[in-house]
Every structure is written in structure tokens, then in C-alpha cells.
């Protein structure tokens, strides 16, 4: 059993940065992908960006890919999401998840945190 605790949430006003941390309680292995999602209020949980743990091939939604960032540390067993350029339209709960096997855009992932509150308002 993996736990995932995120991290680094909160209140910013648009076009700030923000950067989320997602620390697993144990080595993730090699086989495994992570990956970021988001649920705003009223909508679905959509997938954000995903790495391979073990080649650190990324994958990013469109409406994200030019301003987001995925990383990981696998020393410290730690998922990063870089944030800037932040919109209304980004406010979410945003959690963090991994699975084994390459799938990335599935919403099939083994494990989740309990997720992060970003708030982008004026």
C-alpha cells in the first residue's frame, strides 16, 4: 500500500506560480507511472500531466502543457507539479496518483493522495 500526501496548495491571484509536492511513503518502482489530476467543483477529475517513473517521459494535457511542469525525485520518492502562468480556470482540488504499468491518460491509477486545494482568484 503506497500512500501519497500532497502538498504546496493554496490562494494565489492569476498569473502567479505555485508549486505542488506529492510525497510517497516508499520507493515507487520502476514499472510504475505518476501522474497529476484535478477536480474543480461540478466537473469530472481530469488528468493533468504524467510521468514514467523510470524514464521520465512526460505527458501533459493540453490546456496545461505550455505553463505546467511534471518532475520527480525518485531519491526522495517525490512527485513535483510547477505551476505558473495561473488561471481562474485553474482552481481544483489537485491530487496525485500512480499506477503500475505505462498507461498515463487513464484514470485507472492504483493509488491517490487525498489532494490539494489551488484557488486562483483576484
Known amino acids: 500500500q503506497v500512500h501519497l500526501v500532497e502538498s504546496g496548495g493554496g490562494l494565489v491571484q492569476p498569473g502567479a506560480s505555485l508549486r505542488l509536492s506529492c510525497a510517497a511513503s516508499?520507493?515507487?518502482?520502476?514499472?510504475?507511472?505518476m501522474a497529476w489530476f484535478r477536480q474543480a467543483p461540478g466537473k469530472e477529475r481530469e488528468f493533468v500531466a504524467g510521468i514514467r517513473r523510470s524514464s521520465g517521459t512526460t505527458y501533459y494535457a493540453d490546456h496545461v502543457k505550455d505553463r505546467f511542469t511534471i518532475s520527480r525525485d525518485n531519491g526522495k520518492n517525490t512527485l513535483y507539479l510547477q505551476m505558473n502562468s495561473l488561471k481562474p480556470e485553474d482552481t481544483a482540488v489537485y491530487y496525485c496518483?500512480?499506477?503500475?504499468?505505462?498507461?498515463?491518460?487513464?484514470?485507472?491509477?492504483?493509488?491517490w493522495g487525498q489532494g490539494t486545494q489551488v484557488t486562483v482568484s483576484s
Open positions: 516508499e520507493p515507487i518502482s520502476a514499472t510504475y507511472t
Open positions: 496518483a500512480v499506477r503500475n504499468g505505462p498507461a498515463v491518460r487513464t484514470t485507472s491509477y492504483d493509488y
